[in-house]
């Protein structure tokens, strides 16, 4: 495919032996791959149950002992712009939420990044979830109308050029505001977002420059959702083609389909499956292990669910499999 890029999702967590081991192998691989870019999630917490992350059940818990000691991605990234001034991979958060941080600051860090990097910073945007803002008192309803005006303020301070801003908003209102950081050669961050249900996707099509699910889809699934972002950038007067589509997949790599099969159907991976909403388990002729409301994967059990994801589901596929599935 023409233009086809891939980049590589480094785990931003604290493992044993030094503070940067994880980040440098990562680096090293995207580098030795031709990876185009390497990301960053932004959590404070893990989507996985601490009673799972233990040996008996993953060997990594040997090498990354605390699952929960995410870094600031953001203080990251500086960090591996620095290191990375030759390779010139491009430096991602997939990605910072609404809730946890006000989107002047997201806008600031952004756009610091991008000038220092020169160039090379992308904004990863979402909602983010339950389990990483209530936790840490952060109000949780409305997560998409919050979402929608955290975008639409950072889109305004961008672009304002240094003229004080005021716009009226239910979340995130602006009295005057300065924002005053340069574009880097005339460019700021393109803003990928995490979008799938309906709403999120019209958002998308109105202000981001790239859309970037991250449950797995048929291609058909994919191409539907597509058209919808297209349709609203073209509604709200942007060219629908400027709309990069990308996504985020777990990858799984092994000798044998015996030994990808062991790897699925280990207890992390399970557990990973029940992010996917009920939803899009019952359009696959699974139950969800969780029933209808799904609840976060924090407060699932370590035994093995009786009703894994099959391999003809979004959440696990071989490449073959979805070759013929294409």
């Not at 993953?58 to 929960?68: S, Y």
């Not at 995490?194 to 958002?203: Q, S, T, W």
């Not at 797995?216 to 509604?235: F, H």
């Not at 015996?258 to 909403?277: G, K, Y």
């Amino acid at each position: 495919m023409n233009g086809f890029k891939t980049g590589l999702m480094e785990p931003g967590v604290n493992p044993r032996f030094a503070p940067d081991l994880l980040l440098r192998n990562t680096r090293a691989h995207a580098v030795a791959g031709g990876a185009d870019s390497m990301w960053l999630p932004d959590h404070l917490n893990s989507l996985l149950p601490a009673s799972i992350w233990k040996p008996a059940y993953t060997g990594i818990a040997k090498f990354i002992p605390r699952a929960d000691a995410f870094y600031e991605p953001w203080t990251t990234l500086g960090y591996l712009a620095a290191r990375n001034r030759l390779a010139r991979l491009r430096l991602g958060v997939g990605v910072t939420d609404a809730g946890r941080r006000n989107p002047a600051v997201t806008a600031q860090a952004a756009a610091t990044l991008h000038l220092l990097s020169r160039g090379r910073a992308i904004l990863g945007f979402g909602p983010g979830e339950r389990e990483g803002n209530e936790p840490y008192g952060v109000d949780w309803s409305q997560p998409v109308g919050r979402f929608e005006e955290a975008l639409a303020t950072i889109r305004a301070l961008w672009n304002s050029g240094g003229t004080p801003v005021t716009r009226d908003s239910t979340f995130f209102p602006l009295r005057d505001a300065i924002f005053d950081i340069p574009p880097h050669n005339g460019t700021r961050p393109p803003i990928w977002v995490a979008a799938h249900g309906p709403r999120m996707l019209r958002i998308t099509g109105r202000y981001a420059d790239a859309w970037f699910p991250s449950y797995a889809q048929t291609p058909k699934e994919y191409a539907e959702k597509l058209a919808v972002i297209r349709a609203a950038a073209d509604t709200a007067g942007r060219d629908p083609q400027t709309v990069l589509p990308a996504a985020f997949f777990f990858v799984l790599t092994a000798r044998t389909d015996t030994h990808v099969d062991e790897m699925i159907n280990s207890t992390p991976a399970r557990i990973f499956a029940l992010c996917a909403p009920a939803y899009v388990w019952a359009r696959h002729g699974v139950e969800h292990p969780s029933g209808p409301t799904s609840p976060a994967p924090r407060t699932c059990s370590p035994t093995p669910s009786t009703n894994p994801p099959p391999s003809t589901t979004p959440t696990a596929s071989h490449p073959h499999s979805s070759a013929k599935r294409s």
